[in-house]
C-alpha cells in the first residue's frame, strides 16, 4: 500500500508559476511509476506527466510528459525524502483544475500512463490561473 499526500497547489495569475508536491508513504516498491494527473470541471481526467524509475537512486530516470504542458512543466523526485515534484511555469487558465498525484507497481518507461493505470492516488491539490 502507498500513502500520497499533495500540496502546493494555489491561485496564480497567467504566466506565474508553482511547485506541486507529492509525499509519498509506505511500500515504495509501489511507486516504480509515479505521475501527475489532473481535471479540470466538467472534462476528463487528464495525464499529465510521469516519471518511472525503480526505489534506487541509481537508476535512471525516464520522463512523459502531455503534449500541452512539454516545456513548462518538470516532473522530479526527491528519492532521499520520496517525495514527487511538478514545477509548473508559463501557467494559462487552461491549466485550471485539480491535480493529483498518481502511483504503480508497474513501470511506465515506454509512455505516459492512462489516469485510469495508476493503482493509488492523492486527494487532490486545486490549481487556479486566473487571467
Known amino acids: 500500500q502507498v500513502q500520497l499526500v499533495e500540496s502546493g497547489g494555489g491561485s496564480v495569475q497567467a504566466g506565474g508559476s508553482l511547485t506541486l508536491s507529492c509525499a509519498a508513504s509506505g511500500s515504495t516498491v509501489s511507486t516504480t511509476c509515479m505521475g501527475w494527473i489532473r481535471q479540470a470541471p466538467g472534462k476528463e481526467r487528464e495525464g499529465v506527466a510521469s516519471?518511472?524509475?525503480?526505489?534506487?537512486?541509481?537508476?535512471?530516470?525516464?520522463?512523459h510528459y502531455t503534449d500541452s504542458v512539454k516545456g513548462g512543466f518538470t516532473i522530479s523526485k526527491d528519492y532521499a525524502k520520496n517525495i514527487l515534484y511538478l514545477q509548473m511555469s508559463d501557467l494559462n487558465p487552461e491549466d485550471t483544475a485539480m491535480y493529483y498525484c498518481?502511483?504503480?507497481?508497474?513501470?511506465?518507461?515506454?509512455?505516459?500512463?492512462?489516469?485510469?493505470?495508476?493503482?493509488?492516488w492523492g486527494q487532490g491539490t486545486q490549481v487556479t490561473v486566473s487571467s
Open positions: 516519471i518511472n524509475s525503480g526505489p534506487q537512486t541509481t537508476q535512471s530516470q525516464t520522463t
Open positions: 498518481g502511483a504503480r507497481r508497474i513501470g511506465c518507461s515506454s509512455g505516459l500512463p492512462a489516469p485510469g493505470d495508476f493503482a493509488f
